[in-house]
Antibody, heavy 122, light 106 residues
Framework: EVVLLESGGGLVQRGGSLRLSCAAS????????MTWVRQAPGKGLEWVSA????????YYADSVKGRFTISRDNSKNTLFLQMNTLRAEETAVYYC???????????????WGQGTTVTVSS | SYELTQPPSVSVSPGQTASITCSGD??????ASWYQQKPGQSPVLVIY???KRPSGIPERFSGSNSGNTATLTISGTQAMDEADYYC?????????FGGGTKLTVL
């Protein structure tokens, strides 16, 4: 069974930092692109960042570029999101999601974690 | 930046056909995917590459994409289909979601 388990969320002050993790199991982790998506309370989904299977290519939403860094450790089947200079409006549930096809496939995500909650206090 | 526009809400009677649209500039030239999200749950992929259904998704879910509009169609809508639906596309090395559509089955 394919499972994604996020962790690392919590309460942080505005301007602070947090590192999210996503532990993957049940598939060959390095063979798939991975994506972070967030959802503010009562709001829609917002694409945040994606990374290729090898980790050699990374992509960011304009809203987080320069502040967030996506990375992965394929030896540990784990995806990360380092978030710096956090803003109050970035309070949200952060989901990690698996690309549907291969290591460079970003068009759809077929497995999602349960999410981890990040609260940025102002 | 690229934008996808969805109607905030759609209503349908049980057993009828529901259509949810997603509009974006030349969206037909890109792959559109659709996700279903029920309250308190993580999103579920229901359509990818415009019209393909992942395994386990009922045949009543179908999709199309042409011109500036992608459409998710649910035939014979059931009460269990009541949920929020989001379209998604990839443009200029960035992913983007539509604002979401709340489907009400009444």
């Amino acid at each position: 069974e394919v499972v994604l388990l996020e962790s690392g969320g919590g309460l942080v002050q505005r301007g602070g930092s947090l590192r999210l993790s996503c532990a993957a199991s049940g598939f060959t982790f390095s063979s798939y692109a991975m994506t972070w998506v967030r959802q503010a309370p009562g709001k829609g989904l917002e694409w945040v960042s994606a990374i290729s299977g090898s980790g050699g290519s990374a992509y960011y939403a304009d809203s987080v570029k320069g502040r967030f860094t996506i990375s992965r450790d394929n030896s540990k089947n784990t995806l990360f999101l380092q978030m710096n200079t956090l803003r109050a409006e970035e309070t949200a549930v952060y989901y990690c999601a698996k690309g549907a096809m291969n290591e460079n496939y970003y068009y759809a995500m077929d497995v999602w974690g349960q999410g981890t909650t990040v609260t940025v206090s102002s | 930046s690229y934008e996808l526009t969805q109607p905030p809400s759609v209503s349908v009677s049980p057993g009828q056909t529901a259509s949810i649209t997603c509009s974006g500039d030349k969206l037909g030239d890109k792959y559109a995917s659709w996700y279903q999200q029920k309250p308190g749950q993580s999103p579920v992929l229901v359509i990818y590459e415009d019209a393909k259904r992942p395994s386990g998704i009922p045949e009543r879910f179908s999709g199309s994409n042409s011109g500036n509009t992608a459409t998710l169609t649910i035939s014979g809508t059931q009460a269990m289909d009541e949920a929020d639906y989001y379209c998604q596309a990839w443009d200029s090395s960035t992913g983007v979601f539509g604002g979401g559509t709340k489907l009400t089955v009444l």
